[in-house]
């Protein structure tokens, strides 16, 4: 079974602080994709960054930044001097699919709502 | 280049009555995922289609039923309906076999149950 923990439920910091969202996740699969996406209060889930299991290489794009730590099965992402337009939740979420045909479900953790203040 | 379109965006139903929502997926995508997000809560996987057949399945009761036609678009079906189903129904699409790519999300259908 796999499963996503976002320990943390709300934080809230002001404009331009840094901002760090942890996501541990549990899997028996060897391949598997983690990513991070966006939910505004519109609704609508916006992909912000992926990651493969076999590429533990952290990278900067733009504002953001992640860290993935196999030996911790973490997958933590920041928000570099966050805007109040990056308020919203954040969800992190774990696929590991089985073979062409087995789909990709994504198993999602519990989210965490950011909200920057100006 | 349209993105993953839901309809409709809201709908109210009372408890025992049946209900459809429909998804086209992004052009160029042939699978289409349902899952359904409780207020508060991440979402939570339904199922997926691909090829006009269920793939797979989340834990979720007969109650739940899809269909995907030729064209990629797909319904979710939901009978008998509980207090318990009302939630933000979310559509998501990709392409077989790219599951290095991130699926691609509609706005949803926010559904309530009186």
């Known amino acids: 079974a796999q499963k996503v923990t976002q320990a943390q439920t709300e934080i809230s910091v002001v404009e331009k602080e840094d901002v760090t969202l942890d996501c541990v996740y549990e899997t028996r699969d060897t391949t598997y994709y983690l990513f991070w996406y966006k939910q505004p209060p519109s609704g609508e889930l916006v992909f912000l960054i992926r990651r493969n299991s076999f590429d533990e290489q952290n990278e900067i794009s733009g504002r953001y930044s992640w860290n993935f730590q196999k030996s911790t099965s973490s997958f933590n992402f920041t928000i570099t001097a966050s805007q109040v337009v990056d308020s919203a939740v954040y969800f992190c979420?774990?696929?590991?699919?089985?073979?062409?045909?087995?789909?990709?479900?994504?198993?999602f953790g519990g989210g965490t709502r950011v909200l920057v203040k100006p | 280049d349209a993105g993953v379109t839901q309809s409709p965006t809201h709908l109210i139903k009372t408890r025992g009555q049946q209900v459809t929502l429909r998804c086209s997926p992004k052009s160029g995508h042939d699978t289409v995922s349902w899952y359904q997000q409780a207020l508060g809560q991440g979402p939570q996987f339904i199922f997926q289609y691909y090829e006009e057949e269920e793939r797979q399945r989340g834990n979720f009761p007969d109650r739940f039923s899809g269909h995907q036609f030729p064209n990629y678009s797909s319904e979710l079906n939901v009978n008998a309906l509980l207090l318990g189903d009302s939630a933000l129904y979310l559509c998501a699409s990709s392409r077989q076999g790219e599951w290095d790519q991130p699926q691609h999300f509609g706005d949803g259908t926010r559904l309530s149950i009186l």
């Open positions: 979420a774990l696929s590991a699919p089985r073979g062409k045909a087995a789909g990709n479900k994504l198993t």
